[in-house]
């Protein structure tokens, strides 16, 4: 007996630091690709044919849907804060002014509802549409991992200070992605989602103009003529010039020509660290696919409500 208990006083500090050496985070690990299956089996099938529908309807939908799931976790984690309506709200926030795609979002949950009421959280149905957007557009597949729950609270301030900007530096960058748990790789992988999507004037008028980052000339003259010194602010221009509703890695092929719509582009082929990334991803759609589905995985998964934490809401504009 005296040899069991031995092994037990081995084994158990073993297996913490097994834990400890593997990040073991509790609220994480509540998180089941399996999660819906007997409370909610129809929900995936559900949130997908809406997805689907709102892109056939409208392929800028895709570009829309993989932006909110990333504005959403990169301000107090994946828990559906930036889709509460109000004053002090992060959707009323000037971070994210021009963030469309919300309606889709209720849709989906509406029918979740049909189907089972106070069951799926808004949190889930964001992470999961995102990933069934870029399938609807020959984009990667990945697992989503369910059972987040919703926040009660918003936060306009965090949202200033937490999403990146356009106009951002490459360290800039690096450190903003950093500070939620992703390094640089990812944050190039992660920023190739701009291979979908369009950007309005406001955001890219200091790329075309007083601009010392290298640019296509006939890029920047078309560009300029819809997008003057002053007014036009919410003319649109698609962030990938080639292929603006398909996932691929167009994006990045642009990058090496100079012809990045953004500051926060061009930067990552700048004759930087970032350089060697962007040069694999235009040379291999599969590269950037794997590790863009890698990262989304990685992104959807900051810091999520579960358990007992948060709420379901009926409603995703409202808390109450």
């Given at each position: 007996m005296g040899s069991y208990k031995n092994i037990g006083t081995i084994l158990i500090p073993m297996f913490i630091v097994l834990l400890?050496?593997?990040n073991y985070m509790p609220c994480k690990a509540q998180?089941?690709?399996?999660?819906?299956?007997?409370?909610?089996?129809?929900?995936?099938?559900?949130?997908?044919?809406?997805?689907r529908d709102a892109v056939a309807s409208n392929p800028r939908n895709a570009a829309l849907l993989v932006r909110l799931v990333f504005h959403d976790c990169f301000v107090q984690g994946c828990d559906a804060s930036l889709l509460l309506e109000g004053t002090g709200s992060e959707k009323a926030s000037p971070a994210n002014d021009g963030v469309l795609g919300y309606e889709v979002i209720d849709a989906a949950k509406a029918a979740v509802e049909s189907v089972c009421p106070g069951v799926v959280s808004c949190a889930d149905i964001l992470a999961v549409a995102a990933r069934d957007a870029s399938v609807a557009v020959k984009g990667?597949?990945?697992?989503?991992r369910l059972g987040r729950r919703d926040s009660t609270t918003s936060n306009a301030a965090q949202a200033a200070t937490d999403l990146p900007r356009g106009n951002f530096n490459l360290s800039q960058l690096?450190?903003?992605?950093?500070?939620?748990?992703?390094?640089?790789?990812?944050?190039?992988?992660?920023?190739?989602?701009?291979?979908?999507?369009?950007?309005?004037?406001?955001?890219?008028?200091?790329?075309?103009?007083?601009?010392?980052?290298?640019?296509?000339?006939?890029?920047?003259?078309?560009?300029?003529?819809?997008c003057p010194t002053t007014g036009s602010d919410g003319n649109l221009e698609p962030l990938d010039l080639v292929t603006p509703n398909k996932f691929d890695n167009n994006y990045f092929r642009n990058l090496l020509t100079n012809k990045g719509l953004l500051i926060s582009d061009q930067v990552l082929f700048n004759g930087d660290s970032t350089d060697s990334i962007v040069n694999e991803y235009a040379r291999s759609t599969l590269r950037f696919k794997s590790?863009?589905?890698a990262a989304m995985v990685k992104m959807s998964e900051i810091d999520p409500l579960t358990g007992s934490s948060g709420v379901i809401r009926t409603l995703c504009t409202s808390a109450s």
């Open positions: 400890l050496s593997l998180l089941s690709t399996t999660f819906y299956d007997n409370t909610c089996p129809k929900a995936l099938k559900t949130i997908r044919k809406s997805v990667p597949s990945w697992v989503v690096v450190s903003n992605f950093r500070n939620k748990g992703l390094n640089t790789r990812e944050m190039v992988a992660l920023s190739g989602s701009h291979t979908l999507g369009q950007a309005r004037c406001t955001r890219f008028r200091g790329r075309i103009y007083n601009n010392s980052l290298p640019i296509d000339s006939a890029f920047a003259t078309s560009l300029r003529q819809n590790d863009f589905a």
